[in-house]
């Protein structure tokens, strides 16, 4: 059964016409930007018949033009909480209130469009079941988040009382988190600050960029190592504020993408002298370092993740290339 509220009368479907700037947009992106949906939201509706164009279904792929008027019959359904599942993840530390996991890439946080199962918080409430009281039931003890493809440390509350502590101590910037990133080129100075507002992209909605009206954000940076061949930098990371895709925005912003980043301009072979061209098969961007102080103890916590093996491997084959 369809997860969207769809039927078929057509009184009930939300009428759309097309504005100037929007003729020429594809159907999925138009609809997405007029409604506020997401990408994948409004291309599931397009799939089950929803969005008509001149009275009839259209392909998501479908251009428009200005004047037409667009038809969407129902919308998509709330958000599902996360069902409780094995899932493969690393417990550095659990206590009554806390609990930091290792998360490896390629693991979703908590379920959002084309992710109902198979996240983070599945296997949270599978190993903690006592997370579900703790905080949105929708993403039960998550304080912060990890991109999908960003591997590291993730701080869980395991109690209400933890939550709203911990949650507190995020928005005040008191949660110290670092990051190594391998990025492209080399900087002329080994240490700085970008200080960059960050916003949704205004001609790609699934993307974030540095824009005047966004939020604020802020990332310190540190090259630990630069190499020669490829010409890439081993980076640490300091975030002082916490938007979507903060570092790999950053980064990308003054000319340095993330390798492996296929979003951000990163995603290309790695051309060692001695080897054939290296993929690396995901972002080198690992959240290596968290610190804070217990929200119930006081008593301050430094965790640290070493480099997943094919992160590491990657290293490897710079040093000896």
């Given at each position: 059964m369809s997860?969207h509220?769809?039927?078929?009368?057509?009184?009930?479907a939300?009428?759309f016409?097309?504005?100037a700037?929007?003729a020429?947009e594809?159907?999925?992106?138009?609809v997405?930007?007029?409604t506020?949906?997401?990408r994948?939201?409004?291309?599931?509706?397009?799939?089950?018949?929803?969005?008509?164009?001149?009275g009839?279904p259209?392909a998501k792929?479908?251009?428009?033009?200005?004047?037409?008027?667009?038809?969407v019959?129902?919308?998509?359904?709330?958000?599902?909480?996360p069902?409780?599942?094995?899932?493969?993840?690393?417990?550095?530390h659990?206590?009554?209130d806390?609990?930091?996991?290792?998360k490896p890439?390629?693991l979703?946080?908590?379920p959002g469009?084309?992710?109902t199962t198979?996240?983070l918080?599945g296997?949270?409430?599978?190993?903690?079941?006592e997370?579900a009281?703790?905080?949105?039931?929708l993403?039960?003890?998550?304080?912060?988040?990890?991109d999908?493809d960003?591997?590291?440390?993730?701080v869980v509350a395991r109690?209400?009382?933890a939550?709203s502590?911990?949650?507190?101590?995020?928005a005040?910037r008191?949660?110290?988190?670092?990051?190594l990133?391998?990025?492209?080129?080399?900087?002329e100075?080994?240490r700085g600050?970008?200080?960059a507002p960050?916003?949704?992209?205004?001609?790609?909605r699934?993307?974030?960029?540095v824009?005047?009206a966004?939020k604020e954000a802020?990332?310190?940076?540190?090259v630990?190592?630069?190499?020669e061949?490829?010409?890439?930098?081993?980076?640490d990371?300091r975030?002082?504020?916490?938007?979507?895709?903060q570092?790999r925005?950053?980064?990308?912003?003054i000319?340095?993408p993330?390798v492996?980043?296929?979003t951000?301009?990163?995603?290309r072979?790695l051309?060692?002298?001695?080897?054939?061209?290296?993929?690396?098969?995901?972002l080198?961007l690992?959240?290596?370092w968290?610190?804070?102080?217990?929200p119930?103890?006081?008593?301050?916590?430094?965790?640290a993740?070493?480099?997943?093996p094919?992160?590491?491997?990657?290293?490897?084959?710079l040093?000896?290339?």
């Amino acid at each position: 059964m369809s997860e969207h509220a769809v039927g078929g009368n057509d009184s009930e479907a939300e009428r759309f016409p097309v504005p100037a700037s929007l003729a020429g947009e594809r159907v999925d992106r138009a609809v997405a930007l007029l409604t506020g949906w997401s990408r994948a939201d409004v291309q599931t509706l397009v799939e089950e018949g929803a969005v008509r164009v001149a009275g009839r279904p259209v392909a998501k792929s479908r251009r428009l033009a200005e004047g037409e008027d667009i038809e969407v019959v129902g919308e998509p359904a709330a958000e599902a909480p996360p069902v409780s599942e094995p899932v493969d993840f690393i417990v550095v530390h659990a206590d009554a209130d806390v609990v930091v996991v290792s998360k490896p890439a390629g693991l979703v946080v908590h379920p959002g469009a084309g992710h109902t199962t198979g996240t983070l918080a599945g296997g949270l409430l599978y190993r903690f079941p006592e997370v579900a009281d703790a905080g949105d039931p929708l993403r039960p003890g998550i304080v912060h988040r990890l991109d999908r493809d960003t591997s590291g440390l993730l701080v869980v509350a395991r109690s209400a009382r933890a939550y709203s502590a911990l949650t507190a101590a995020l928005a005040a910037r008191e949660i110290e988190r670092r990051y190594l990133a391998l990025v492209w080129g080399h900087f002329e100075s080994r240490r700085g600050t970008i200080d960059a507002p960050i916003g949704r992209s205004a001609t790609r909605r699934t993307r974030m960029a540095v824009r005047e009206a966004g939020k604020e954000a802020r990332t310190g940076y540190e090259v630990t190592r630069q190499y020669e061949h490829p010409v890439t930098a081993l980076v640490d990371c300091r975030l002082e504020t916490g938007r979507t895709h903060q570092i790999r925005v950053h980064l990308a912003a003054i000319g340095h993408p993330v390798v492996g980043d296929a979003t951000y301009g990163g995603d290309r072979p790695l051309r060692l002298r001695s080897l054939a061209p290296l993929r690396v098969g995901r972002l080198f961007l690992h959240a290596r370092w968290l610190a804070f102080d217990h929200p119930v103890t006081g008593e301050r916590l430094e965790l640290a993740d070493p480099l997943p093996p094919e992160l590491a491997s990657v290293l490897e084959a710079l040093d000896s290339g």
